[in-house]
Each structure stands twice: as C-alpha cells, then as structure tokens.
C-alpha cells in the first residue's frame, strides 16, 4: 500500500484466537482470516483493542503481526497496531510491521500519563519522522482518557501526509463530522473510519469512509452490507440492515473489556474457536451468555 492510497471500506479488528494455555492459535486465527476475506472484507486490522495487544509483550505481539502478513499473502491491505505508552517502543513495532510486509500501521495514543497537547503532538511526529509506512491514528478516549481532536490530527496531517487516516471510535457523529469537514475537507486522501458499529451509516453519509468495528469478526455480513449497498445507492437495503445492525452496541456493556463478548458471539455464530481471553479479562458468565444470545437474536443473526 502506498500513500496514495485510501484505506475505506470494512476492516474488522481481528480478535486474536488462543489456545486454552494463551498462545496464539495460528490454526484457529487463521481459518477467521479466510473467513472474513471471503465475507468480501476491505482489509483487516490486527492487534487492535480486541486483539488483545495491551496484554501482550513486544515478542508476542511481533509473533501475531508475522503470522497476519504471512497468512494473509497480500489478499486484502493488513493494518497492525502498534500503539503503546512508550514512544520508543512503538516505532520498534512499527519498524518491525514494516519489515514483515504490513501494509500500515494503527496508532493509539499512550494510555497511562496525560500527555500536553504539545507532547502528544511530539509523540507522534517522531513517530511519523522515523516509520515511513502509512499510520492510522487511533482515537479511543474512553479507555486512553484522551481526545485526538480534529484540530490536533489537522496539524499532524499539514506536517506528515503519511497519517493517512483515523479510527475514531467515539459515541458522538459530531466529533465524526468534524475529522470529516476539518481535516478530509483539506486532505481529501485522509480516511475517517468510525469505531463502533452504529456509527457507519451516518459516517458515509457525511462523506466518511467506513469502518473498523468488532462485529466485523462475528457478522460482516451487515457491515459489509451496508458498505455496498452505501456504494450502489441501495439506500433502502443500506437503512434495513442498519437497523438490524443497532442492536450490536448492546453487546459490548455486557462486560468489560468486552473481547469476551465478540468471542462468545464468534462461537454462537458457528466458529470453532476457543475462547479464551487474555487476563485480567475473564471468561463471559453464563447468564451473560444468554444475554447475548438475545441480542443476536434481535439482530437477526441467529
């Protein structure tokens, strides 16, 4: 993937797959990844939030961003996330994606000291000043405690063109809009991909351009649908499955952190896989269980 060119469409936050001892199931991961290819995926994203990264170490996380690119053999672009409360050691992951052949990486910002703006901003810029592949910054104030404002990511934008775009996983389509007039508006290569789920639809009709949201791993069926039917002015099919698609959000205040979730409902839906989270995260109770077949239910999805 060069610079130039725009990362849209549905790229699911791959959930890394483990065995019952926590070791990366590469059988497993791997039989998700050509699932989610076959269910006409834009691009996949590894080591994301529920891809477990925060609670791996440096040599895990490299093992996972190896096997995605190998595995993948070029099929679809591969993001690999690199974020980190350490500068240093996210450029040594982001060097390290590089060299195994990803396609881009995905930076969220460090998540443990409040940062000034004017850290952030150094954080970045000497990230973006020593890995020439494309970078999505990550925005997920909810768990970092801290806002990648529009203002902020308009001026690392001016200074490095190779940020090429943002998940911005946020509950609010203003904070969208705004990433979309303010800095697409004057970089139209730049991508605003939305977080969560329910906010794709809206994210397109503001001229946004899709999506990188968990149920990708258990339904790509009403992402992907949506995206397409977007695409072909099917807007009629576009609001059904959308409607059908609002029922997701419910899923993640089940838990927390919810990669519990996204991997029970993988299994309900037919996928073969252990679910076993990385602690401090715990297995998903029984009564929760059944609380999440009902959403899926609803959603129509079983």
């Known amino acids: 993937m060069n610079n130039a060119v725009r990362i849209k469409g549905v790229i699911p936050p791959v959930s890394t797959v483990f065995t019952n001892e926590g070791k990366l199931d590469q059988k497993s991961t791997g039989k998700l990844i050509d699932f989610l290819i076959e269910s006409q995926v834009d691009g996949l994203f590894f080591l994301g939030t529920g891809g477990e990264f925060s609670q791996m170490s440096v040599v895990e996380r490299k093992e996972v961003a ?3 690119v190998d595995y993948v053999k070029g099929r679809v672009p591969v993001l690999i996330g690199t974020g980190s409360t350490s500068t240093k050691e996210v ?4 060097l390290h994606s590089k060299k195994v052949g990803a396609d881009g990486v995905v930076v969220i910002n460090p998540y443990y000291w409040p940062l000034s703006e004017e850290h952030l901003y ?3 810029a000497e990230i973006a000043e020593n890995v020439d592949l494309p970078i999505l910054l990550y925005n997920f ?4 405690g801290q806002d990648l404002s529009p203002d902020f990511v308009l001026k690392l934008v001016d200074h490095y063109p190779h940020v090429v775009g943002i998940k911005d ?3 609010t389509a203003g904070h969208i809009r705004e ?3 303010k800095v697409k508006g004057k970089h139209p290569h730049f991508s605003v991909l939305c977080g969560f789920d329910d906010h794709l639809f809206n994210t397109l009709s503001l001229g946004g351009d899709g999506v990188i949201s968990a149920s990708g791993n258990f339904a790509p069926e009403l992402t992907v649908g949506i995206y397409h039917a977007f695409q072909s002015n099917d807007i009629k099919l576009a609001v059904k ?3 059908r698609l609002a029922y997701i959000p419910l899923m993640y205040k089940l838990d927390s952190p919810f990669v519990n979730v996204i991997k029970e409902a993988m299994k309900m839906r037919g996928h073969d896989i252990s679910t076993y989270v990385l602690p401090p995260a715990r297995p998903l109770s029984e009564q929760k269980k059944q609380e999440l077949k009902s959403i899926l239910e609803n959603a129509e999805l079983l």
């Open 169 to 171: 996983t946020v509950d």
């Open 91 to 94: 450029i040594e992951l982001s």
């Open 66 to 68: 190896q096997f995605a």
């Open 179 to 181: 990433l979309i007039i």
């Open 241 to 243: 499955l959308h409607q």
């Open 141 to 144: 104030p909810g768990l970092t």
């Open 122 to 124: 150094q954080h970045y």
